[in-house]
């Protein structure tokens, strides 16, 4: 029987879920600081220095003999990382159904990206490539991983808890980006009083990611439990049961269009997380303290927001709350457009802007998509899942890195964003959620 439909709990099962929801939240706090102080903050603006250093006269870096500009490599990076995701998922999610045991291959995934993101400490000189290898890695492990974790929502918390429960994973994890923010803050500001270079400074932040990543992962793996996978789910290997889900969700065309407007308007939320930090020092003239201050106000703002439109998706449902959020996204890009060089407090105001809607958009969206998945299926449509997620976020970075190859602009770069979040708009407002969510087969909240 499926856990969730359990209406009445004994006492201990639901102190046993309590302890597994408080175990969860635990991986939000232990991997968000890589999505904070490594794709967001430092690594960006310190490869790219890294890759302009090796560059030739013209600008260009050759990896493979192929010639890119060294400001796009970054950007080119990310995309190669999904890439490799998208391919390294279905195998590990069909291990997962077939077997039962998550936790296994949550711990691999995640201390292969640990051990990638403290390596990064090596990173100096014109090591790029380095650096570039050392970021696919980590990027696809983390959303290996991800994939796994998110999987876990529908089983450690019945449907008239998952808004709350989704957006408390994901305070969890801006609170800790917050938390070590502070101390990377410390630490590069006051570089010269600990006797280290900025190169330096920025090597040990990059690495101490790693290491608090691997260090709190603990205690997730230590509270999460596998559960029993029956007989008739442990048919398929790799991706014919990818080719089998996609065909199983060709039943629930409601479902697969939801899918579609979250995978186009999260690309640009993760592309914005991306190469918020190259914008404003390449762009905008930006120092690196003033950016670690911006990314920290989001942090904050964050933890924030994504309570707030937990309790907003209680009143309003959490379809006109997300729909809410993406409209703050395209006006908060258009201000970006504008923003003048050289002056941070109105780069901080659109920091600002970010946070308040960044967690809450993200928590509630996958909430939301937990009612519009077949009982029974959890795990193989949440891998799909992730697999669109990441199977369409190569999207964005590329368009970025394309659209400033061509034009030379970050600014012409930024904007080409807004098309994201346009688009996912438009498809999400077609869906008619509550009609998803029966025709699932699954009751239907009250507040949708």
Not at 189 to 218: N, P, Q
Request: contains cysteine; hydrophobic residues 50%.
């Amino acid at each position: 029987m499926d856990t969730d439909t359990v209406r009445s709990p004994a006492p201990d099962e639901a102190a046993g879920r309590r302890r597994e929801q408080r175990g969860w939240y635990f991986y939000d706090w232990a991997c968000s600081v890589y999505s904070t102080s490594v794709l967001t903050v430092f690594l960006g603006p310190y490869l790219t220095s890294v890759a302009e250093a090796a560059a030739d006269a013209d600008g260009f870096v050759h990896p493979l003999g192929i010639p890119v500009r060294a400001g796009s490599f970054f950007a080119y990076s990310v995309s190669l990382s999904v890439i490799v995701a998208v391919l390294v998922m279905p195998l590990v999610g069909a291990a997962a159904d077939r077997t039962g045991r998550k936790k296994p291959l949550l711990a691999a995934a995640a201390y292969t990206g640990a051990a990638a993101t403290a390596g990064m400490f090596f990173l100096c000189g014109e090591r790029y490539l380095l650096g570039g290898l050392l970021l696919v890695v980590a990027n696809a492990a983390q959303s290996v991983a991800m994939m796994l974790y998110n999987s876990y929502l529908p089983q450690i918390a019945p449907p008239e808890e998952r808004d709350a429960v989704s957006s408390r994973g994901w305070a969890f994890g801006y609170a800790a980006g917050a938390l070590v923010l502070v101390a990377n803050l410390v630490l590069y500001t006051g570089h010269d009083s600990f006797g280290l270079s900025e190169g330096m400074a920025v090597r040990i932040c990059l690495a101490s990611a790693g290491l608090w990543w691997g260090a709190w992962a603990l205690v997730p793996l230590r509270r999460l439990r596998d559960r029993r996978v029956p007989a008739r789910e442990a048919a398929l290997p790799g991706f014919r049961q990818l080719a089998a889900t996609v065909r199983d969700m060709r039943r629930h065309p409601l479902t697969l269009s939801f899918l579609l407007a979250y995978l186009i308007y999260n690309d640009g939320i993760q592309t914005v997380i991306s190469q918020a930090s190259v914008y404003g020092s390449k762009e905008l003239g930006l120092g690196q303290s003033t950016l670690i201050v911006a990314v920290l106000l989001v942090q904050v703002l964050a933890v924030a927001g994504a309570l707030a439109l937990g309790r907003l998706a209680r009143r309003y449902g959490a379809k006109r709350t997300i729909l809410g959020s993406l409209v703050a996204w395209t006006l908060t890009l258009a201000a970006g457009y504008f923003l003048p060089a050289g002056a941070p407090v109105w780069f901080f105001v659109l920091a600002a802007g970010i946070g308040l809607v960044l967690g809450g958009s993200q928590a509630l969206s996958r909430s939301l998509f937990s009612h519009l998945v077949p009982p029974g299926k959890e795990a193989e449509y949440f891998s799909a899942y992730e697999m669109s997620d990441r199977g369409m976020s190569w999207l964005g970075p590329l368009l970025f890195g394309l659209t400033y190859q061509l034009t030379g602009s970050y600014r012409d770069a930024i904007i080409s964003l807004v098309v994201f979040f346009v688009l996912g708009f438009a498809l999400l407002a077609r869906v008619p959620v509550r009609r998803a969510i029966s025709d699932a087969g699954n009751p239907v909240p009250e507040r949708i």
